[in-house]
């Protein structure tokens, strides 16, 4: 080989190594900005959850919050309402339950069950949460219950209520199950789903949430309770017409009147429910169950 | 310069395991979109609530279902992720790749936004679609950068 054929062999193999460094150099650069991108969305992502976790994320930060003062107010009205006051409203103008005659016990835990199952968006539903509440308030209590409205694009929108989603009740005499199963807002799909029914509901719903218990033209709608498998009521006791337009603190302030619709309404389907209580639990609390006006309605509920 | 034979070897398995996952569990979630009735196998404990989750309005983007975007974007992957297609010396291939997982990780960022801030609810099966994702995104953009120089 010449020595210039030398030289240039010795130069090629010079621009082979200076361009291999350089691609490996490429290569590590490359390297650190992929593993700075995949790092980076890792942090994104837990910052999101990390976030989302300690705020409880905006949305269940609004539903886990402690009952708001009107819920508050609402729910310290309706325990307290008067004993005359319930006592002059008697049956008021509602409908009485379904009697379940001759049904296995529908019980938790060793006490008798009673079962709600609703959704937020019912109209209905709203309706029937405000002697639902009051009449459970006799033998137990509630908490974080919230407050929430019916649908806006419902019939009888935005009617003021309360939501059994995310609240507890606890009771020496009963358990309480409360579900709604979907809330007030539209999704792709109708009304975004909230909470699930259970098989056992399901069952519940399907059996005593048709004929012969309720007429065919009404099987399966919402609200529905169901008291130890004593009881049942399909639908509302009053109609949601009574509280449309008005906001908890007048729908509360209207319970004074024993006369008024509301109060009629809403106090007279709480007597009939909590003498439908009285007979799941078998007349317990008797404070509660031998109330001469309770009492009354449980001989009449018997008698039928 | 071209790439040709030259793509690690492990490079393809690290990239068709989380491909085929992703595209099966985005073949169901769109099963149930479209299916009437249809129910995801998924626990309701509160926050995980699949349904809540895949019928919420979250779960379109102009006027697309979700579902169905994951599973284009995995059939998407499914090609740009094959032996073939890491060999491309097309450099336009493996920016398309990369553009296209940088988006669904982008895209995967906002929908568990969307879980843990709008919905507050969980989805199981696709919190599994989410993590294939970024799985997905790591093994690329490491794949891409061991790459031997595009022209």
Known sequence: MSASGSREQAARNRQQKLEAVQASQRQRRRLVVAGGAVAGVAVLIAIVIGVGLATGGTHRKQAAAPP??????????????????????GVGDVENPVVLA??????????????YIGAEYCPFCAAQRWPVVQALSRFGTWSNLAATTSA???????????????????????????????????????YQPLDAVTDAQAKLLETYNAPPYVPKESAGTIPFLDFGNRFAVSGSSFSPQLLQGKTMQQITAALADPKSPIARGIGGASN??????????????????????????RGHLRDK | MSSVGASPRWLWPACVVPTVAGFAISGYLTWAHFREGAVLAC???????????TSSPQSYLFGVPVAVLGLLFFAAMLVLTFPPAWRSPNPLVHRA????????????????????????????????????????????????????DQG
């Not at chain 1, 939501?163 to 199963?181: I, K, M, N, P």
Request: with cysteine; charged share 10%.
């Open chain 1, 102 to 115: 001759d049904q296995p016990a529908l019980t938790e835990a060793g006490k008798p069950l009673a079962v």
């Open chain 1, 152 to 190: 806006a694009d419902d019939s009888f929108p935005n009617t003021p209520t309360f939501s059994f989603h995310g609240a507890t009740y606890t009771s020496d005499y009963l358990a309480f199950q409360g579900v709604e199963t979907e809330t007030n807002k539209r999704g792709a799909k109708g």
């Open chain 1, 272 to 297: 009939m429910l909590t003498a439908a209580i009285c007979e799941m639990t078998n007349g317990k609390p008797v404070n509660v169950c031998d109330a001469a006006d309770i009492s009354a309605i």
């Open chain 2, 43 to 53: 626990p309701e404990t509160g926050v995980i609530n699949c349904q809540k989750v």
């Open chain 2, 97 to 148: 790749r990369l553009l296209t997982v940088s988006a669904g990780v982008l895209f995967v960022i906002y929908l568990v936004y969307a879980e843990v801030f709008v919905l507050d609810a969980i989805c199981l099966w696709c919190t599994a679609v989410h993590a294939l994702t970024v799985v997905l995104f790591a093994v690329i953009s490491v794949g891409t950068a061991v790459l031997p």
């Open chain 1, 68 to 89: 708001s003062g009107a819920a508050t107010a609402a729910l310290a009205q309706l325990a307290g309402m008067p004993a005359a006051t319930l006592v002059a409203i």
